[in-house]
């Protein structure tokens, strides 16, 4: 699961290595589409978490057949919801000029968004069979899809960048997300031989139940990605140089992320498994084991951005106005970095016990009503720029941390059969 979460965020930054020749203009107007797309994209994608509840406590309880009806609902939504998103991704592309972004990254994010669109489809469904393997058990699937799919999209730079600049990075993103979508599904229907037996139609009263677990988790990341693509849009009315580096940081950090991110999703199938097994005990370890974990990767992760900082922004690039810049920043990600590792994997654990309402609230508040607000403050009252932004975003990452860590705590000391979370067949 961590490595296949690695090969999602080492897609996004090959395309930052690989337009990175072409200047921060070039860089930054990845980051205004990246950030434009990915928040109706990943609200898409988290309409679907609802499976990971559903499907993973149905193979918990041996309801195979179960399992696979939840995940042609599923795809049911995907198609449905992708048509709707590409849409709004549509009419979301002229609010980059409101925003006040810069005129020269606007020309060149435009067409590379417009590109990205088309992969909505394609996503939406690849996240409906993950969410289906990842809950039975099949990941080495998922590693594979992965990181083949850096090969598809990094071939793909290398051919169309030259000829279609930052444009030709998003139709090469689209074309390895055909590709992932294609693996993952051959691969369900040759490894299922009843998978195609229990077919089934759309059915309103299942996509209102995947909808109604998926709805508070796909509003969570819409709160938690939506802060960081506003902060973007405001990094955007900075210089191009303070853009990139934003951006480059949040790859940096992103890169990261991924790891606590596959363990949340571990963590999500554990619990989810033993609740619907009805082994409550062996919920709450999993639940605890996957905490630890990524509190353990997160603090070493913070020590290298402490330690190395300049190094890992020469990666991406050389110059020396976006070095000055993003150095700093990797110093404010190295200090969030634990929060960040805690507040993804307690999301995972209590979204595998039915609970994706909780991790709402807290990323409501923390980020939108207190980190937000104060990055804002600082970045533009105080002159701190895009180093304000940040030390604002790493604050409501700490509070929705520490309000999630205090939740499960409380909730696993309950007594056992007394965890008060839905199960999938209730």
């Known amino acids: 699961m961590i490595t296949a979460e690695l090969g999602w965020m080492l897609m996004g930054v090959v395309d930052t290595i690989m337009v990175g020749p072409l200047g921060p203009t070039a860089i930054g107007a990845v980051s205004i589409g990246n950030a434009l797309f990915d928040v109706t994209g990943i609200f898409g994608i988290g309409l679907l978490l609802g499976l990971d509840t559903l499907i993973s406590q149905a193979f ?15 795809v049911w939504i995907a198609l449905g919801v992708s048509v709707f998103l590409m849409g709004i991704v549509e009419a979301s592309i002229p609010l980059m000029r409101i925003a006040g972004v810069q005129a020269g990254v606007l020309e060149v994010a435009t067409p590379y968004v417009r590109a990205m669109n088309w992969s909505l489809l394609p996503l939406l469904v690849y996240a409906a069979f993950r969410r289906y ?3 039975v058990h099949k990941v080495g699937i998922l590693m594979f899809a992965l990181v083949s799919a850096n090969v598809v999209n990094g071939v793909g730079n290398w051919f169309l960048i030259p000829g279609f600049g930052v444009e030709g990075s998003g139709w090469a993103t689209l074309l390895a997300r055909i590709y992932m979508m294609s693996v993952l599904a051959i691969y ?6 009843e998978l195609l037996a229990n077919f089934v139609r759309p059915s309103y009263v299942a996509a209102r139940r995947v909808i109604a677990l998926g709805a508070p988790a796909a509003g969570q990341i819409l709160l938690e990605i939506g802060v960081f693509a506003a902060a973007t849009m405001l990094a955007g009315t900075l210089s ?3 853009l990139a580096a934003h951006h480059i940081a949040l790859n940096i950090a992103g890169v990261t992320f991924m790891v606590p991110l596959g363990l949340s999703s571990a963590g999500a199938v554990s619990v989810g498994n033993a609740i619907g097994a009805g082994q409550l005990r062996a919920a709450k370890r999993a639940g605890w084991i996957t905490l630890f974990l990524a509190v353990g990767f997160m603090s070493m992760a913070g020590l290298m951005l402490f330690a ?4 890992i922004v020469k990666i991406f690039t050389q110059n020396t106005d976006v070095l000055a810049i993003a150095v700093p920043l990797l110093f404010v990600a190295a200090i969030f970095q634990i929060f960040d590792g805690i507040q993804v994997t307690a999301t995972g654990i209590l979204r595998g016990a039915g609970d994706t309402k909780t991790t709402l609230y807290a ?8 980190g937000l607000p104060l990055g804002y403050v600082l970045c533009f009252h105080f002159q701190w720029g895009v180093l304000g932004l940040w030390a604002g975003l790493s604050g409501g990452l700490t509070i929705v941390a520490i309000v999630l860590l205090v939740y499960w705590s409380r909730l696993s000391l309950r007594p056992l059969g007394d965890l008060g979370l839905p199960r999938s067949g209730s």
């Open 133 to 135: 393997l990842q809950s």
């Open 240 to 242: 191009p140089a303070a």
């Open 188 to 193: 369900a229907l040759a490894t299922d031989r």
């Open 363 to 370: 990323n409501l508040v923390a980020h939108w009503l207190l």
């Open 60 to 74: 918990g309880a041996g309801r195979r057949d179960e399992c696979d009806h939840w995940l042609w609902h599923g």
């Open 308 to 311: 190395i900082p300049e190094r």
